[in-house]
């Protein structure tokens, strides 16, 4: 049963180069690029590429040494990108089989029996894995053995897509060096005094005084040279948690930029979810803020407490479309801005099952979810949803379960999810067609002031927008009263009022309110 | 030599058929699909509003364009189709609309300043987006609480642009305002106006008794689009090969199916 490993090489290399906009990170990857890691000024190299390497830099340099070395990109680690990065690694492999395990930070190796109906012979996978690797942003070597620790070593030891054949593992591995079998320092320190440089010198000597001078584990290392070792994989049990996190060396002041980033973030983040045939509902961004000491930020961040800006989007169908989570990370923060410069962005989305819809033949054209979530967004901003408007202004009325005039509330607009499902779409529309038209209301909000001259107790002259109009007929009064035990109680004795305009006749709803002395005009029949 | 003028008609129409298919030929728009409104004097007037269209209802105040509105949203949101209603004076009673299924109804309420200009700019956007998003059978835009100045400053190309975004859709556009100004961007204008409120009881009786049953309204078509040019009585006579002309500014129509009676339903 064959096994295929997925190694990135400089992976702390990998892991900040994939975080960063493609150019940057196309160009990291051609640059000698060595990683710093603690405070300064104690910070030291802890990895470099293969080009820096060349260029002198080694691990436990200070920054003044490295930056002796000319042409070397110096960067800090970030354990959160790291984590990122391993993510997706393991996301990557989880795309292919099922049962994947993850050695270390920078190597998984997965299972892939059974895989050749789908993917072909072994090469063609390797090479379908590298792939993918690259839609995530990392480059890395694949193996494909007979053993899974075979295959973690060939990945290690040679570059791009590589395959054993079943049997040739010791002739394969054997021009190895023995440090890819990654023994304790003092073994590899014997093994180099003996002159043991390669899998093969190490494979070829006698078994008996290698266990003699090395123990049990020489015995080990000299079955991992010949690629005879056989074991089982320990799967990767992950609960699903999707997040992608990225620090800013130089903080970020405008959204433009902003943009860039949170794009590069979200195409991350889809592209994991995709590869776990996922979706999702919910993104919650988490922006760190670079705070002055004497800059009094907004009220939502308390004092003492770290800076940080939170926002979250809530979606009424799973979606998997980058761009438009874009769209709407990038209308939320127009309308609710970071307080101060931005030096650290952390996002994390709740996987869903996509939406499954069957659409009929003859069913009704509605908006695309995708479509309609962006327009929602702009239509906010349009009508103006400022910061501390706690007012919706874009949605689905509902009217509330009370007398109160006027009582609704707007509820997010979801047509996909709504309606009258149990009724034939015929018998309803026959149903509104048989019912005569009834007369609406136009209301007024707020309601108009009005001043009115009484005749008798009944209305007899309205002085309305700064003209006095006479009424022709009337009807009423009807007392509306309500919600006494509460601390916003209404009552008013409203009227139905005809009036003689200029161009013609005009019902009006009029109430005298008993809390205020005052008569308001509160709709006008149309 | 002379060549007859079908002759390089063909010629002309062969040679510019990969980028403009039947270049001088008549080709005859197909009809509208008709909705209709709910109303039997409105539908029976105008014949149903046409989709992928703009239609104008205008009128003073209680002239029944609400009821018309709201009884057009009540059949289309019965038919499942999702509705958007943009309201430039943030005058919609979701208590009035009843057989509307309130959950199919995007309401846009559009902030009310003292500006009705900063107001209908916010309704004009809003009318842009909702318009490009599509998947509306519905989008109405209430500009029926605005001066009439200011709505006679939007643009021709505005409405115009309003009238190619729905153009071969099936969305239908309606505006409600207190006149016409769409001017030949509309296929189909309606006039209405209050004839005759109607109270439940006479004069004489005490005013707690009497009771506004309801409205008589009328209906009149002020203007409609006749899209099909081989109907038009004077090209007939003529006897000429259809071309593509437009025929504007048909006759007002205003018969007696015109007049509706909208009534209240009080719970007793």
Known sequence: MPFACIHVPDFAVEAIARSAPAADGATLRQQAVAVLEGAPPLARVTAANQKARAAGIEPGMTRLQAESCAGVVLRMRSAAQEESAHAALVDCACSFSPVVESSAPETVVLDIGGLEHLFGAPARLAQELARRLCLLGMEGNVAVAENPDAAIHAARGFAGATVIPPGKEAERLGLLPVDVLAPPPDV???????????????????????????????????????????????????????????????????????????????????????????????????????????????????????????????????????????????????????????????????????????DGLFSQRLPQPETLEVMLARLNSIVGVATGDSQVWV????????????????????????????????????????????MAMRVFRPPLPLRVELRGERPAFLLLRGKRIAVAASAGPWRNSGEWWNTEPWSRDEWDVGVKLEHGLALYRIFFDQRSGSWFVAGEYD | MRFSSHVVRAQVEAALESRFPSALSFVPRPQPEMTWTGIAAVDAACGGLPRGALTEVCGPESSGRTTLLLSLLARMTQRQEACALIDAGDSFSPHSAAGVDLSRLLWVRCKRTKRDLHVLEQALKAADQILQGGGFGLVVMDLAGLEVQAVRRVPLASWFRFRRAVENTPTLFLILEREASAKTCASLVLQLRLREEVWASGKSVPSHAQVLAGMKLEVEVARRHSSSIHDHPALLEQKKPATAARIWGAPAEKTEAGIFHARTEWAV
Request: one cysteine or more.
């Open chain 1, 188 to 358: 590899l320190e014997m093994l180099d005094r003996w002159g043991i440089r390669t899998l093969r010198a190490l494979a070829s000597l006698p078994p008996v005084p290698v266990t003699e001078r090395l123990g049990q584990q020489g015995l080990r290392l000299q079955k991992l040279a010949r690629g005879e070792t056989m074991r089982k994989l320990a799967p990767v049990i992950e609960p699903l948690h999707f997040v992608e996190s990225m620090e800013l060396e130089d903080a970020v002041e405008l959204l433009d930029p902003l943009s860039f980033l949170l794009a590069r973030l979200l195409e991350q983040l889809c592209a994991r979810l995709r590869s776990r045939a996922l979706a999702t509902n919910e993104l919650r961004l988490t922006l760190e803020l670079e705070v002055h000491p004497d800059v009094q930020l907004h009220a939502e961040t308390s004092a003492g407490a770290e800076a940080v800006h939170q926002r979250k989007l809530r979606l009424p169908v799973p979606m998997q479309d980058s761009k438009v989570f874009l769209k709407l990370l990038q209308l939320d923060l127009r309308a609710h801005p970071p307080a101060a410069p931005v030096r650290k962005i952390r996002m994390e989305t709740e996987p869903a099952r996509p939406r499954q819809t069957q």
């Open chain 1, 395 to 438: 949605g689905s009325p509902e009217v509330m379960d009370t007398h109160r005039p006027d009582a609704f509330r707007i509820v997010p607009f979801s047509p996909h999810t709504s309606g009258i499902k149990n009724q034939p779409v015929e018998k309803l529309v026959r149903e509104a067609a048989e019912k005569p038209a009834q």
